[in-house]
């Protein structure tokens, strides 16, 4: 990986000082923060290639600032580090907008490949078109930001990356074990519902009434299909 920067938010000084020492040798730029307050005014002050946030803080729950984060339309990623490991724990994290979850304790060597594969998931440099149409709803592919006849929203870089699968290939089914691999890396996800839940939010985001989708429709038993 090149050069980039990245925001540790964690108040275990043990763990910030090891992810942060080997993430400095690798040649980036670390920030570190121990509290919430801390971290809102790293990310007022800076702009990061990806944030790593612990969820129990001393002020606040992470996932606060991971919700701000998100209404105000960032859309770099985000890797959640946390002690809780339940499924529920896990999902509530997703539907906040985090992009992948390590457990602690976790070895560095994983968290290292872990950002890797974050991080080389930046919007295509090839890509020939900047906006596309879908329906009546206009998808910025460089911001990530979406026009709606009903307002803007932002599309996270896990929900990008599966918007250009989907328009890879129109028409064809997609199983929920592809994305797993092409999205996420995984041959196999440790939240069973990791798939499901980002499909239902990339269509309350490009449906007009994601209750009734027109474009992105469930194969129940083989996956998922994008009809432009």
């Known amino acids: 990986m090149s050069e980039r920067q990245f925001l540790i938010v964690e108040d275990d000084e043990m763990i910030r000082a090891a992810v942060a020492g080997g993430l400095r040798l690798d040649g980036h730029e670390v920030r570190e923060a121990a509290t919430l307050a801390d971290a809102r005014c790293a990310v007022a002050e800076s702009q990061f290639d990806l944030v790593l946030l612990d969820v129990g803080l001393p002020d606040g729950n992470g996932l606060e600032l991971l919700r701000a984060l998100r209404d105000r339309g960032w859309t770099g990623p985000v890797l ?99 994305f797993l691999q092409e999205v996420w890396g995984y041959e196999r996800s440790p939240v069973t519902r990791t798939v499901d839940m980002h499909v239902r939010k990339l269509r309350e985001k490009l449906e007009l009434n994601p209750a009734e989708p027109r474009h992105f429709h469930t194969v129940h038993g083989a996956g998922y299909r994008f009809d432009p």
């Open 80 to 178: 959640m580090l946390t002690a809780r490991g339940s499924e529920e724990d896990r999902v509530l994290g997703f539907e906040h907008g985090c992009d992948d979850y390590v457990v602690k304790p976790f070895s560095l060597r994983e968290l290292r490949l872990r950002i890797d594969a974050l991080v080389r998931r930046a919007p295509s440099r090839t890509e020939e078109e900047r906006e596309i149409r879908i329906g009546e709803v206009t998808v910025d592919l460089r911001a990530f930001r979406v026009r709606r006849p009903d307002g803007e929203a932002s599309l996270s870089p896990r929900e990008m990356d599966m918007l250009r699968l989907f328009l890879e290939h129109p028409g064809d089914v997609i199983s929920r074990d592809r």
